[in-house]
């Protein structure tokens, strides 16, 4: 526990500083973030080609400075190197059609879903809406970690996350829900950015169940390759996905809510 607060201590303030400053500063961070997120899913993986990893990291940095400076062409990138990892794999020595699946896989994973933090910058007031996206993610962890702690009785998906219970699963979306409805209520106030209550009502409850999943999506891939953590990088979290597994799945839903919604 006590790891757990010191690494909040010191990522929280890093995460503001990042997020204020936007722009290359963020890109940057993202980069560091998805790089070393590749890296412990490949290795979890059990990919023990080195050279195959760099290469994969690369191919996403390349996607993330995309979604930063060149959107229209996500689509077409994403289609070419889904191409480029079959071709890969056939000219390879050790090819595999499951390591051609997996090193994709990694990328829209990990690189195109936490790419769309960046895609806050195209949008009205994205500087302080993209906070929407950490706010559910955390308030949804916390709040399910101490009340299922507390009144934790039933198992939520025991095959596949055994500590997690119903009744933390439920604190965790009541939590967002406040969480989100607060940060709404202080936009309005303090920066006169007004959406309408219900849309936060929405993202709070919706986001949160999302957030879960991308959690139990994170423990899934464990439980199949028997890790416990992806890493270590985070005393107290594990690695960078210990950390950021329920974002994956958070800021996609979050940006095309909020672009098609608001």
Known sequence: ?????????????LLIIILSLGGT????????????????????????????????????IGLL???????????PYLIIIFIFHFIYQILS?????????????????????LGHIL????????????????IIAWSTDTFAYFIGI???????IPAISPKKSIEGSIGGVIGS??????????LYKFHNIYIPLYNYIILGIVSSILAQFGDLTASFIKRNYNVKDFGN????????????DSILFTAPIVYYYIVIFT
Request: charged content about 15%; some cysteine.
């Open 1 to 13: 526990m006590i790891k757990r607060v010191l690494t909040s201590i010191i990522g929280i303030p």
């Open 150 to 156: 507390k009144f934790g009785k039933h198992k939520l």
């Open 119 to 134: 895609l806050f910058n195209n949008i009205k007031n994205g500087s302080y809406l993209v906070w929407l996206v950490f």
């Open 25 to 60: 500063p963020l890109l940057i961070s993202l980069i560091i973030v998805a790089s070393l997120g590749l890296y412990e899913l490949y290795k979890t993986y059990q990919f023990v080609d080195n050279g195959y990893i760099i290469i994969e990291i690369i191919i996403g």
């Open 177 to 186: 829900l406040l969480s989100c409805t607060l940060y709404g209520a202080y």
């Open 93 to 113: 020595k050790n090819s595999t059609f499951e390591k051609a699946l997996l090193g994709y896989n990694g990328i829209i994973y990990i690189v195109l879903l």
């Open 65 to 75: 400075i995309i979604m930063a400076k060149y959107q229209d062409w996500i689509l």
């Open 233 to 244: 990088i985070f005393p107290g979290h594990g690695g960078i996905l210990d950390r950021f």
